[in-house]
């Protein structure tokens, strides 16, 4: 199982943002979980 926090994620790789928008992304594809 993969824990993370929502402070782990503010201001890495998986804190994306643009014009209007923002992702956080919690799983990713090399997390290895099968989806993402």
């Known amino acids: 199982m993969i ?3 929502l402070d782990q994620i503010l ?3 998986e804190d994306v943002h ?3 928008w ?3 992304r ?3 594809k090399a ?3 099968g989806f993402s």
Do not use: E, F, I, K
Request: no cysteine; aromatic share 0%; hydrophobic share 35%.
């Open 3 to 5: 824990v993370r926090t």
């Open 11 to 13: 201001g890495s790789a």
């Open 18 to 20: 643009g014009h209007g």
């Open 22 to 24: 923002r992702s956080r």
């Open 26 to 28: 919690l799983l990713t």
């Open 31 to 33: 997390d290895a979980m």
